[in-house]
Structures are given as C-alpha cells and as structure tokens.
C-alpha cells in the first residue's frame, strides 16, 4: 500500500542531524565490484531502495552481496554469470546503466536496456556510448537494449560534448582495465566523482586530475579489493539546511562538507539564512522571512540542480520576487503545480520560474513527482499553517534515508500514514 507523509507544519526546527552516505556516489561504487574479482568492503552504505534496487541487478550478474546492518556492505564477483541489465530494473532507476563501463571492460560485453525518459527529463545515454565506442567497443542497439562488444578496450582521448556525471563514471571504470591511456575532457568535476576515483585508486587504478575538467586514467590489466568509506550526502545536507532556514530554526548538519556545496550556501546566505561552517558541519539559523535571490542551475561547482526544488520554496516565502533558471533538465518544475496548490506564486516559461513570495504557505494536499520535488513538498509543509499530506512518497525513499525521523528529532510534526 502506497504511504502518505502528514506533516502539521509551524515548527521552529531545532537540533542536530547527521547525514547518510552519498545514494550518487555509493551506485556507481557498488557498480565498481564488477571490474574485479576481489572483495570490495564499502562504508557508510545508506539504507535506500536506489541501493536495494542495484543491488539486486548486481547479484543477477553474479556479485555476492553482504551487509550487516551498519551501513557495511561487501561486494564479491569472482565470475560474471550474466551481462543483461534488464528493463524490469533498468526503467525504476536510470544508474543501472553504470553497469555497461564495467561489464565491457571485465568481459568484453554487456546488454544493457536503454534507460528512456525519467520524470525530469530525457538525460540520453549517448555520451557514454560515443565514449565506449572511441575505447575500442562495437555498439549495436537492439530492441530497446544497448549491446556492447570489445575483443579489449584501448585508450583514447574523449571530449564530452556536455557534462555528464554518469557518462564521466561510467567511462572511468572502463578506462580503468583499458589498454593504455585514456584522457576524459570536459569530465564532470562532481564530489561523487572524486570519490569513485578514490576508491579506484584503492583498488589499483592510475588516475590523475579527478575533480577538475581533464581526467587521465592509465590503463591496468587487473585491479584488486579495497576498503573505502563513501562520502556525505551533499544534496542531503543541503535539503536539512534548507528545513531549518524555511522553519525559521536553529538545525546543525553534522557530516556536511561546505567546499562540496558552495553554491548552495552562498545562495542560502544571499536568501537571509546565518551560516557558520566548520570541518565537518554546518549550522544554519533561519531568518524571520527569506530575502528573495535569483540562480541559476550548473554542473559542479555551480547550483546542483538537485538542490533547485528546495530552494525555490524557500523562495516562495520570500519579501519580493526571484528568478530560478533551469539549465541541466528540461523538465525540473513539476513540483511548481503542487506549490501552488499550498498558495505559492510562481510562474513559468520554458526552463525559467519567476517566484513572487508570499507570507506563508496552507497546508493541503500534495503529490511528488520525482526525488527532489518530494523534498520540496515536505518543506513547503514544514513552514505551512495547518496539516499538509505529501502522497507518493516511495520517491523520497529512493534518496533519502529516515527523513521523518531525523526530521522528527529536530522537532517537526511528520508521520508516515498508510
């Protein structure tokens, strides 16, 4: 049965709260196991259906999979016994497409269902079939299926034509086993994929300049296991530092790593929030009524766009009126409907919202479209008056892990009703 959230908004948010692992980071890291045969030991694994949902598409390739509760969880393929992602489970969640980088480098070949549209736009896999072709790969689609063949991949030199986070990880763990050097350039400079590269490099990879716009990797004939912590969630931390700004409230993100939001916390900043940040936290003080401010949406370093939801309703409330440009999905202002159910005033025109605040939101009822639009309803519904249902929640499952009860820790009145 579908749940619901019920939230009675009008809570000052208070406290401390920890955030998870990273969900965009520990896919593709869970993905890594294919490329060798020894144990890979990850920590800090969060408890989500996106992990749930690649960890079954992993076992049916033949990776044994444990985890003990805590957030640690091994990984060990000491043999492929497929290479067919299929749709069942490529169609739920776009990431198991990083499973193709992997497979063709091990193996020298992968079936993978093409992943299609998702609710906030088409994001196409070309990209990385473009990259996996100049690395040696003979690419065929299929009925509905991308089919992958190499006798052995070879280095090459592979311009995105734009940045693409997922296309940049899943053409580093197949250049990894690749023969000789490749360099990826106009690479996504994202946390999460530093962190792959990381834990690459503990399994034996030889890559330099991850984080910048230029990556080369080394090719190596075998990569070992490894140990590797993934890191917080900086879409997370951004969403509770937003609760607490919208709320009015006082709310320590414990775990929150600044540099890898700067954009996010200027912009917060800019909107009336009082930030104090040290090594591993960030504490936000909300102002009595948000500033209002315009951004735009870009690839790291620039505004997540994961995080464009959320601060267009803290905007919402804003004393005058803001700009929000969309520039990396085309279809990221579904939840723009459901805010103006709660008395929002936004209007849009192509990949633009102008938002006119209003002084409060009223609860009612809601619906979410994608991941991060439920999050923007939950906030909506913490600083609305009155009671406010959020349905479709299995959204907020995907990348979130216990949001009502860290949120309930800080104060908020939120129940999850069936």
């Excluded at 000789?180 to 030889?206: Q, S, Y």
């Excluded at 002084?359 to 979410?368: F, H, T, W």
């Excluded at 939950?378 to 609305?384: C, H, Q």
């Amino acid at each position: 049965m579908a749940a619901t959230l019920v939230i009675e908004g009008g809570a000052k948010l208070k406290g401390e709260v920890w955030i998870s692992a990273a969900k965009n980071a520990a896919l593709p890291q869970m993905c890594a196991s294919l490329l060798t045969e020894a144990p890979l030991i990850l920590e800090n694994v969060p408890d989500l259906a996106d992990v749930a949902t690649i960890g079954k598409l992993l076992a049916g390739l033949g990776t044994r999979i444990t985890a003990d509760g805590s957030g640690r969880m091994a990984l060990e393929t000491p043999g492929l016994v497929g290479h067919e992602a299929p749709y069942d489970l490529v169609s739920t969640m776009r990431a198991s497409v990083m499973v193709l980088g992997p497979l063709v480098a091990r193996s020298g070949r992968a079936r993978v269902a093409l992943p299609g549209g998702c609710a906030i736009g088409l994001r196409p896999i070309d990209l990385h079939l473009k990259g996996l072709a100049a690395l040696g790969a003979e690419i065929t689609l299929n009925q509905g299926y991308v089919e992958a063949q190499a006798q052995g991949l070879r280095g090459a030199r592979i311009r995105f034509d734009l940045v693409t986070v997922t296309g940049t990880e899943n053409l580093m763990m197949a250049a990894v086993l690749a023969e000789g050097t490749t360099v990826l350039e106009n690479a996504a400079r994202e946390p999460e994929v530093v962190d792959l590269a990381h834990l690459l490099a503990k399994m034996g990879a030889k890559i330099e300049g991850a984080g910048s716009d230029r990556i080369e990797i080394e090719g190596v004939k075998e990569l070992g296991g490894a140990q590797h912590r993934i890191l917080p969630d900086r879409i997370e931390a951004g969403t509770y530092l937003m609760a607490g700004a919208i709320t009015g409230g006082t709310v320590t993100v414990r775990g929150a790593i600044r540099d890898d939001m700067p954009a996010v916390l200027a912009k917060l900043e800019e909107a009336g929030a009082t930030l104090e940040t040290g090594s591993e936290l960030v504490r936000v003080v909300g102002p009595e009524r948000p500033r209002p401010t315009d951004f735009v949406t870009a690839p790291f370093p620039g505004f997540a766009t994961d995080m464009q939801a959320q601060m267009m309703t803290l905007l919402g409330l804003a004393d005058g009126e803001s700009v929000v440009t969309e520039t990396v999905f085309e279809n990221r202002f579904m939840h723009v409907a459901e805010l103006r159910r709660m008395g929002a005033r936004i209007e849009t025109e192509g990949n633009r919202a102008v938002i006119r605040g209003v002084e409060r939101y009223l609860g009612a009822p809601v619906m979410a479209t994608d991941l991060r639009a439920s999050a923007s309803l939950v906030l909506a519904g913490l600083a609305a008056t009155g009671i406010t249902v959020v349905s479709r929640v299995y959204h907020l499952d995907r990348g979130y892990e216990r949001l009502e009860e860290k949120l309930g820790k800080l104060g908020a009145s939120i129940r999850r009703e069936p």
